[in-house]
């Protein structure tokens, strides 16, 4: 037929594609250098001085973190408070809290928590998310599984319930024993501790905040 | 008992359960619109049917507004959703006039 | 498996599908265990535990497709190019090779499982992030195996006649294997792992598979009911245009609680209102081409309406193209659709109902068409002119689309409680977890999960038996 239209035309549907993805694409890779600038760790100055960065540097270890309501964004975001002992010590320098959280990184990795757990809410349904898990009232000075322990620290008790997790049964559903070296549960906990700092837009919401909320609505 | 600061704002508990419903219900009945176009046009079904082919567009609409409303999104969401309305209806419409047209030039 | 009336490149099509179909088995195996888990804790426990189990359901699955994907290429390139498959050879040989690294990842998943947090563990036991889990050595080994793909695709594509379907997975294939880079590093920073852990996942299976899809549907409809070819490549360049164009930076549904700012919340939930037109229109193109085709066929000098043939020449790929169609639409578009506005993924997000969408999108959009692709490669084996259904086929694609379907109604309730109890009341906590996990419905979701998961399998093995002997049932047409 003579009318044809550039509608049932396959070099403009071709060329459109082509358009489109490269468009995407590039909107895409632009995206991501403003992101990536955003998400690049924070260092110790930045801690010191008091300047919140979305993904704390290492050394955040050092210092008390709480998750409050924040009025403006409407959400829950973590705050950095003051010092606070972490396995005894808050004067871990860059390079020691480096490492601890490099250990840390590795083993949550080798030692497949992901298929488990959801780490930033990804992962597998099987067990709970652990995101905040720092900050989970459980482990507090308070809290069930800090008890269970018998240790007198958050850190210590987390640490112990990693290396011998089938010894202290919360649930019919247990942790396996993944032979977690003292050292490596050491790590695990700051590698936990830094992602409770990190600025997740509030996820997950009202984290530990309700209590008993359950059978009365 | 609760901080107040802590009730959310979005979402009450007793909405979960309709959101779910009315975004699973807007897609359905967005695809029997889409489905039900095709088929008239193709003339796999007679061509009474068209009207109830739109009646299944404009319940997606309302899925869709009971479910914004109800998750309370912003207003970029809002207008996100709107136009992607204005999209769902016209896209078949689109599609089938492109086929249509490429299939009278390739045949006759 | 080998048939002399076969091509080579048509010869090795079915050697992947073979090994494909084989690791969709152990994909369902692996999957049993872990749904049995769930229900019984204790099963297993501290010999193949669930992380374990996990491991292997979804790197069989993800391992299967690509494996199924490859063979279709290898399968449709003669045909579509008119040209005998350039370096045919070395693409056997990097089939052995893919099959041999594979093999090993597997055994070392079930008898090694963890390894010290070091990166020896990370090169050679597992790289624990979710999906691409495979040690660093095996990285290598499928870029390797994927680039070779990728040239002898690229040369035959050159060589012989380029049509659009070539054009089009030619373009994906380079953007398939090239984004798998991404995945091959290590960081401390978990946010920056999430973000580039999500280029590969979602640009794979929301984009680069999706179009692979449409490419292979363009080529069914063009060789199963004899659509016409200008129609459907020119409707492939628009699907690619929209999948892409939604797809690429639908991205941002994925980030919005992984540390990353704020304004993917609406860059997510602008595309991701999108994602779901593309698979609309691929529902109706099919439906278009068959009523056309058909049409054209009940208009033609018949009178009565028995003499009307059908014009599927393959009934059983066929009815897996049709549920591709169906399933692409309900599991990405429908169980996608409704958790992922940030409004409500903030409650929905690493619940079950991510399960429940994972298991129907990855059946629905990929599952069935490449299964499709199994019967047009045991038509083309067998020499045959009109493939019918067998009752074996018929009762393996209702029990395999029913147990899917079972599977996620059940993981959709089981997801609802979790919202409900876990996350919009007790905020995610260890006790929050814990209390969602107890609910009744949650429970009984899961039993109807396993219970479901058997019916799919039991529809898995009538799907063997059907494909390994429909070849030579007297019910076709030669």
């Given at each position: 037929m003579a009318n044809r239209s550039v509608w049932s035309d396959n070099r403009f549907w071709q060329r459109s594609a082509a358009w489109v993805t490269g468009f995407a694409a590039i909107l895409l890779i632009w995206l991501t250098f403003d992101t990536s600038m955003q998400i690049s760790m924070g260092s110790d100055e930045d801690l010191k001085n008091g300047v919140t960065k979305r993904v704390p540097g290492?050394?955040?270890?050092n210092y008390k973190i709480t998750y409050e309501m924040d009025a403006k964004r409407g959400h829950e975001v973590p705050v950095i408070g003051e010092k606070e002992l972490f396995f005894g010590r808050d004067d871990w320098s860059e390079e020691e809290a480096g490492a601890l959280l490099h250990l840390g990184k590795l083993g949550s990795q080798a030692k497949n928590c992901m298929n488990c757990h959801t780490l930033l809410g990804n992962g597998a349904y099987y067990a709970p998310d652990l995101t905040k898990a720092w900050l989970d009232p459980a482990w507090g000075p308070e809290g069930s599984l800090q008890a269970m322990t018998g240790k007198p620290t958050k850190e210590e008790a987390m640490a112990e319930f990693l290396q011998h997790p089938s010894q202290y049964p919360t649930h019919e559903r247990m942790m396996p024993n993944?032979?977690?070296t003292a050292e490596e549960a050491k790590g695990l906990v700051a590698f936990l501790k830094h992602m409770s700092s990190i600025d997740t837009n509030g996820f997950p919401r009202n984290f530990g905040k309700i209590k008993g909320a359950v059978h009365g609505k | 008992m609760l901080d107040p600061s802590l009730i959310r704002p979005e979402i009450a508990l007793d909405d979960f359960l309709p959101i779910f419903v009315s975004s699973v219900l807007a897609m359905l009945f967005g695809g029997f619109y889409v489905g039900i176009y095709t088929a008239v046009k193709v003339k796999m079904l007679k061509s009474w049917a068209m009207p109830i082919a739109y009646l299944f567009w404009l319940f997606t609409a309302y899925c869709l507004y009971i479910m914004g409303s109800l998750m309370h999104v912003g207003e970029f969401t809002a207008k996100a959703l709107i136009v992607s309305m204005i999209g769902y209806l016209l896209l078949p419409h689109a599609v089938y006039h492109m086929q249509h047209q490429v299939h009278e030039e390739n045949e006759h | 498996m080998a048939s002399s009336t076969l091509n080579e490149s048509k010869q090795l099509a079915t050697w992947y599908f073979t090994f494909a179909f084989i690791l969709f088995g152990a994909q369902l195996l692996f999957g049993l265990v872990a749904a049995i888990q769930y229900v019984?804790?204790?099963?297993?426990?501290?010999?193949?535990?669930f992380s374990v189990a996990r491991t292997l359901h979804i790197n069989a699955l993800v391992v299967w497709m690509v494996f199924a994907m490859f063979g279709s290429v290898y399968w449709l390139l003669p045909d579509e190019t008119g040209i005998d498959t350039v370096g045919i050879k070395i693409g056997k040989l990097l089939y052995w090779i893919f099959v041999a690294a594979i093999a090993v990842v597997v055994l070392v998943y079930i008898f090694v499982q963890v390894g010290p947090a070091d990166e020896t563990t990370i090169w050679f036991i597992m790289e624990g992030r979710e999906y691409i889990e495979a040690p660093r050595w095996a990285d290598f080994g499928i870029v390797v195996v994927a680039l070779g793909f990728v040239a002898n695709l690229f040369l035959t594509g050159i060589k012989g006649k380029q049509t659009g379907i070539v054009t089009v997975l030619m373009a994906d294939m380079i953007a398939f294997a090239g984004l798998y880079l991404a995945g091959m590093f290590f960081t401390d920073n978990i946010s920056v792992d999430q973000y580039w852990w999500w280029w590969v996942i979602h640009l794979w299976v929301e984009a680069t598979w999706e179009v692979f899809v449409g490419a292979i549907a363009a080529y069914g409809l063009i060789t199963m009911i004899g659509a016409h070819r200008k129609v459907v490549e020119m409707w492939l360049w628009i699907e690619v245009a929209m999948l892409f164009g939604s797809g690429i930076l639908g991205m941002g549904h994925h980030y919005f609680w992984i540390g990353t700012p704020e304004y993917w919340w609406e860059i997510g939930a602008l595309f991701s209102a999108l994602e779901p037109l593309p698979l609309v229109a691929m529902f109706v193109h099919v439906l278009y081409d068959w009523g056309k085709t058909q049409g054209a066929e009940m208009n033609a000098e018949h009178t009565d309406e028995d003499s009307v043939r059908s014009v599927i020449q393959n009934k059983p790929a066929f009815t897996w193209f049709v549920f591709n169609a169906f399933g692409n639409f309900l599991g990405a578009g429908v169980w996608g659709f409704f958790h992922t506005l940030p409004q409500v993924n903030l409650y929905t997000h690493g619940t079950q109902f991510t399960s429940a969408h994972g298991h129907l999108a990855f059946f629905g959009a990929y599952a069935t068409i490449l299964i499709g692709m199994m019967y047009i490669a045991v038509q083309g084996k067998n020499n045959i002119k009109v493939m019918n259904n067998t009752k074996s086929s018929i009762w393996a694609v209702s029990l395999i689309v029913g147990g899917v379907m079972g599977m996620t109604v059940a993981l959709t309730i089981a997801g609802y409680v979790q919202v409900l109890?876990?996350?919009?009341?007790?905020?995610?906590?260890w006790a929050g977890y814990f209390d969602g996990q107890a609910g009744m419905w949650f429970a009984q979701g899961m039993d109807w999960r396993l219970i479901m998961g058997v019916v799919t399998f039991l529809g898995f093995l009538l799907l063997a038996k059907d494909l390994l002997t429909t070849g030579k049932n007297p019910v076709h047409e030669r």
């Open positions: 290492p050394t955040v270890i993944l032979g977690i | - | 019984m804790p204790g099963f297993l426990f501290e010999i193949l535990d109890v876990s996350r919009a009341q007790m905020g995610a906590t």
